[in-house]
């Protein structure tokens, strides 16, 4: 007899891997490289860390709408999470944004470890990429966190 891992098990470890991925390049950058802006359109590494705290925010209120509306359109993320960490402003420190990262990401395995197997089949639509499922939504997190490592990875190469 196969066993069927659970959903939330499954994504756990993607999100905690990517996560660790992400905060070991941070790590990389010295107090005054966070703050360092590697060209005069980009953000520092900061804001970068910054914009994933925020756009957890925002994949988790996505993803209860999914489990509360029958086929969402779900929200342009890519438009509103950069849009978003604009309008912040500049974070207060690296503390506080750490903090806001952790607690952020604490609130999504939370949400995620209550949910039955079924409600990862949920439907929802993209504006670009169309009919989706909630995993695949779900599993859009740990790919953000790696797009954004390898930026990292880009702007220490240039340092």
């Known amino acids: 007899m196969t066993t069927i891992e659970n959903p939330y098990e499954k994504v756990r470890r993607k999100l905690v891997a990517s996560r660790i991925e992400f905060m070991g390049r941070l790590a990389k950058f010295g107090k005054d490289e966070l703050k360092t802006r590697p060209a005069e359109d980009e953000w520092s590494p900061l804001e970068i860390a910054n914009h994933l705290y925020i756009t957890d925010g925002?994949?988790?209120?996505?993803?209860?709408?999914?489990?509360?509306?029958?086929?969402?359109?779900?929200?342009?993320?890519?438009?509103?999470?950069?849009?978003?960490?604009?309008?912040?402003?500049?974070p207060a420190s690296l503390d506080a944004v750490l903090a806001g990262m952790a607690a952020r990401r604490e609130e999504i395995f939370e949400y995620l470890s209550?949910?039955?197997?079924?409600?990862?089949?949920?439907?929802?639509?993209?504006?670009?990429?169309?009919?989706?499922?909630?995993?695949?939504?779900?599993?859009?997190?740990?790919?953000?966190?790696?797009?954004h490592a390898q930026q990292l990875e880009k702007i220490r190469e240039q340092a």
């Open 58 to 90: 925002l994949a988790l209120q996505e993803m209860q709408r999914v489990q509360n509306e029958d086929n969402p359109v779900m929200s342009a993320l890519e438009e509103e999470g950069p849009r978003l960490t604009r309008a912040s402003g500049p």
């Open 114 to 147: 209550a949910l039955p197997v079924e409600a990862w089949e949920r439907p929802l639509r993209h504006h670009a990429w169309g009919q989706l499922k909630f995993y695949q939504l779900v599993n859009v997190v740990p790919q953000h966190d790696l797009l």
